[in-house]
């Protein structure tokens, strides 16, 4: 299969190391991998700021760049659910809603797509340490998807997945809402950060980037261990 990479805003600038994982993986099952270098900002920012018409103009970018793709697979909950939910609901009664819809039916989150759509659980890899598995809202929530990134962990050769006490509680991110509600957000990764702290875990491990920069921001300034780490870059390790 060739499968269009989107890469996240978070993953271009920030963890690039994470979308090269994901091709890593993918390339290691025998499929091919390709980035499409008209792709932007997923438009998710604009969307929960209130302004729909600029991100719609973003969203019908999107349908344009992947338009023939067989499949879109992207390391972020968050963005693949903006493509895959929103983009339907925000172009709804316009000219693109039906191309919205075809895109949103090609369009996967890495793990899910490793499990749901090839089958795989066991992709090779070898990761010797105490991990935790957070659950990032978007994925868990809109995407419905908890078990695809458990079932490829526990297939890791000598990774101990356990689980923390608030495995479905949120880190508090929400992109603008950690920004327009600090003290709120800083609560909620305190409750999530210390669940996910108290399994004496080697490694945080998630779907979402922008969840990792939350919990890593409050595990860092509160000189709390683990820190985090992506399902793409797990799976990329190998024996030897």
Known sequence: ?????????????MTPQVGLAVA??????????????AQTCCGQPSFNAGYWDE?????????????????VVGPSGSCVAM???????????TPHETRALD?????????????DRLAVTDVGARFPHRVTYHDGCHGLRELRIKEAPRQL??????LELVECDEPESCCGFGGLFSVKFPMISTAMAEVKGGSLARTGCDYIVSS???????????LSRNARQPRTIHLAEVLARTPG
Do not use: N
Request: negative net charge; proline residues 4%.
């Open 208 to 218: 979402d980037p922008s969840c990792q920069l939350q919990l890593d921001g409050w």
């Open 103 to 115: 895109l949103a039916a090609r369009t996967y989150e890495f793990g899910e797509f490793l499990v």
């Open 83 to 93: 493509m895959r939910v929103f983009y339907p609901q925000l172009l709804e009664g």
């Open 153 to 158: 962990l526990r297939a890791v050769r000598d």
């Open 24 to 37: 890593k993986v993918l390339e290691r099952l025998g499929h091919s991998c390709e980035f499409r270098a």
């Open 1 to 13: 299969m060739k499968i269009s990479l989107f890469i996240p805003c978070f993953v271009d600038q």
């Open 55 to 71: 991100a719609r103009a973003v969203a019908t970018r999107a349908i344009d760049v992947f338009e023939d793709a067989e499949a």
